[in-house]
């Protein structure tokens, strides 16, 4: 604290001005430590995938949870899915999602 107040005032300064010269340091403390949060929000954002949904996390999350949304996005590239049977006639179809490295035969995995 003392290193940030010698920039904004000496010892010739009255209580009155020590006082005004600390709230100017820190509203600038202030300022800064938002403009910070804003430039991570809104700056070197790398996207992974051509997904929407990436870029709309993009616009609302912080880089922590983006990049934990990135990691799953990536996941699901990892999955491929069978339609086992399709009822039309009550609007349901039934899938078997699997990982690429697992096979699908009749039912069962091998």
Do not use: C, W
């Not at 809104?42 to 996207?47: D, G, L, S």
């Amino acid at each position: 604290m003392n290193n940030l107040m010698k920039g904004y005032m000496d010892t010739t300064y009255s209580l009155l001005d020590f006082l005004k010269a600390f709230e100017s340091a820190l509203e600038q403390h202030n300022i800064d430590l938002q403009l910070s949060k804003y430039q991570q929000n809104h700056y070197n954002v790398i996207f992974k995938t051509m997904s929407p949904f990436e870029y709309q996390a993009a616009e609302i999350l912080t880089n922590y949870a983006l990049k934990l949304t990135q990691e799953q996005l990536l996941q699901t590239s990892n999955y491929s899915y069978i339609e086992l049977f399709d009822l039309r006639t009550e609007n349901l179809q039934v899938f078997h999602v699997h990982q690429f490295n697992h096979k699908y035969e009749s039912g069962r995995k091998i």
